[in-house]
């Protein structure tokens, strides 16, 4: 697989330096690929060859997180500025701003595009929260509401990042503890928790496409699938670094994972060798299956094309990587000689 590298155009900074990516999404048909990161800028790329086709300017702040809705229209940033934007994803645009007390660490839509979920960080005397925003989508989209439809601060642990869950009334969320709970979206109550799905900090939390099962990443380097509705744990996988991220890739039983120590605690040697691996492990086997090396610095972020052809990993050296997968890929039989009915 020859990756297309997207580097950042800035006469100020050497290849990427201090411009570490935070999150990557795919738009539904997998043809575009949006990267917010440190910089405070959010791009826009084509998936196929990694030209930039935009920016979209306007948080004063690092971008910690980024969504699309599925018809690629609009795009929700959240910063740590602490304001969420809305914008036109086709002129680049930003359509309505909401401003916080603290900063904006996660940022959803729901699957009909209505509703945004957001997590706020708790700091200086300002409780976490999660808050549910109603979007409207007539007209050009400038007219929005600032008051969310329901807001509720999340008891114990503080949230860390979130998303809808199989129904619209319930929000999935992971905490700083490692815990994993349901909240009920208007009244705030938490409806079901697991309290030890992962032993230190949850650091990304990824949907199935039908939403009955998702996939977080720990610290405590493990991943985990759940199944939705219940959180009960499905599959664990036990790696040996802390992880940041993790993806399912459609069509395939596979699932991407991406970490690494921090610069802090790595010797400056294996920093210049691109070391840094994206691990492929089987899904269901729950056995690693391949790794590509290629990030100088801890792998932060990593988003699947919804089509299955190619991934993107966001690494702390400001590089994103673009992977279209070969024939081999598609080829591999994962399961041996058994064929798996769609």
């Avoid at 575009?32 to 084509?46: A, E, G, H, P, R």
């Avoid at 610290?219 to 759940?226: P, S």
């Avoid at 699947?304 to 039989?333: I, L, M, N, Q, W």
Wanted: with cysteine.
């Amino acid at each position: 697989m020859r990756p297309i590298l997207l580097q950042e155009p800035d006469p100020d900074h050497f290849a990427g330096h201090e411009r570490s990516l935070t999150q990557i999404k795919f738009n539904r048909e997998g043809d575009l690929l949006f990267t917010c990161s440190k910089d405070s800028i959010i791009n826009v790329w084509y998936a196929h060859n990694g030209e930039r086709l935009g920016t979209y300017d306007g948080h004063n702040g690092t971008v910690w997180t980024i969504d699309v809705d599925s018809s690629s229209r609009f795009l929700v940033s959240g910063s740590a500025d602490n304001t969420m934007r809305l914008w036109s994803v086709e002129t680049g645009k930003c359509l309505f701003f909401w401003e916080f007390p603290t900063a904006v660490k996660r940022v959803a839509f729901n699957e009909e595009d209505d509703q945004v979920v957001c997590i706020t960080e708790q700091r200086m005397g300002h409780q976490g929260a999660v808050r549910v925003f109603e979007i409207n989508r007539d007209g050009d989209g400038t007219n929005q509401s600032k008051e969310p439809i329901s807001m509720f601060n999340p008891v114990g642990s503080k949230a860390v990042v979130c998303a809808f869950a199989h129904t619209n009334d319930l929000i999935i969320t992971g905490h700083e503890s490692g815990k994993v709970s349901l909240f009920d979206a208007k009244s705030g109550e938490e409806v079901q928790l697991n309290e030890h799905a992962h032993r230190d900090t949850v650091t990304d939390l990824q949907l199935a496409p039908d939403r009955s099962y998702f996939i977080t990443s720990s610290k405590d380097k493990t991943a985990r699938i759940h199944e939705t509705r219940t959180l009960t744990v499905l599959k664990t996988f036990v790696t040996e670094t802390p992880l940041n991220s993790a993806a399912i890739a459609p069509g395939k039983p596979y699932i991407l994972l991406g970490g690494g120590q921090d610069a802090m605690s790595v010797t400056t040697t294996s920093l210049r060798q691109g070391k840094f691996e994206t691990r492929f492990w089987h899904k269901v086997l729950e056995e690693e299956v391949g790794r590509v090396k290629g990030h100088f610095g801890p792998v932060n972020t990593i988003a699947v094309s919804p089509k299955g052809d190619c991934y993107a990993s966001g690494g702390e050296d400001g590089f994103v990587r673009v992977h279209h997968f070969d024939e081999t890929y598609f080829r591999a039989k994962p399961y041996g000689d058994l064929e798996i009915e769609d």
